[in-house]
């Protein structure tokens, strides 16, 4: 998983608390990203960051916050968790955006009864 | 992992035979490709990339195909395997510094 590593792996919450999601990368590469992942979606991009400090909203960052203080790691937060964040979130690192391939993590499970 | 499959087409092999798996895209001014295998349970694995200036691109048991006439992408799969069983997605990059886009894409089933 090129050095991308997620945690938890697997995580069951209840309606209403917050949920904090981590990844960690050991490759030194500029942007991260959050996608989840559904049934009959694909990939859906959450948030990603271009750089420490520097994030940016995806089609689906409603209920979703970031925050990037070191390059290596990159926090996804449910403010307060909803069944409909039921999912399984991957993290994707690249050296730049657009035009170089993005490597992803093993994913996080994520549970809200 | 197993829930991603739900609701995909699904492409199914003879083992040794070869695997075609075909994506459209959407923006005719992407140029750099991507395809990925995501097994069940894992995250999507970079499998082959291919930038428009080129029609063909080779890798071990995998080739590309670029048609940006008609905005077409395929993977062709040689002797396909038990092991290549998976999704496998295809994605675009519409533009300099913008995030990639991801097909829903195609579940692969080898038949042994």
């Known amino acids: 998983d090129a050095g991308i590593t997620q945690s938890p792996r697997h995580k069951v919450t209840e309606t209403g608390t917050p949920v904090t999601l981590r990844c960690h990368q050991t490759?030194?590469?500029?942007?991260m990203y959050w996608y989840r992942q559904d049934p009959g979606h694909g990939l859906r991009l959450i948030h990603y960051s271009y750089g420490v400090k520097d994030t940016d909203k995806g089609e689906v960052s409603d209920g979703y916050s970031v925050s990037r203080s070191k390059t290596e790691d990159f926090l996804l937060t449910l403010e307060s968790a909803t069944s409909s964040q039921t999912s399984v979130y991957f993290c994707?690192?690249?050296?730049?955006?657009?035009?170089?391939?993005?490597?992803f993590g093993p994913g996080t499970r994520l549970l809200v009864l | 992992g197993e829930s991603v499959g739900l609701h995909l087409p699904t492409l199914s092999v003879q083992e040794g035979d070869n695997s075609i798996i075909n994506c459209a895209y959407s923006?005719?001014?992407?140029?750099?490709f991507i395809w990925y295998k995501q097994e069940s349970g894992k995250g999507p694995q970079f499998i082959i990339d291919?930038?428009?200036?080129?029609d063909k691109r080779q890798g071990q048991r995998v080739t590309v195909l670029l048609n940006k006439t008609v905005k077409h992408l395929s993977l062709q799969i040689a002797a396909t395997q038990p092991g290549d069983s998976a999704v496998y997605f295809c994605?675009?990059?519409?533009?300099?510094?913008?995030?990639?886009?991801f097909g829903k894409g195609t579940r692969l089933s080898v038949i042994a």
């Open positions: 923006n005719s001014a992407s140029d750099y």
């Open positions: 994707a690192i690249s050296e730049s955006s657009g035009q170089e391939t993005q490597y």
């Open positions: 291919i930038r428009s200036n080129m």
């Open positions: 490759e030194n590469h500029r942007y």
């Open positions: 994605a675009e990059a519409p533009e300099r510094n913008t995030p990639l886009v």
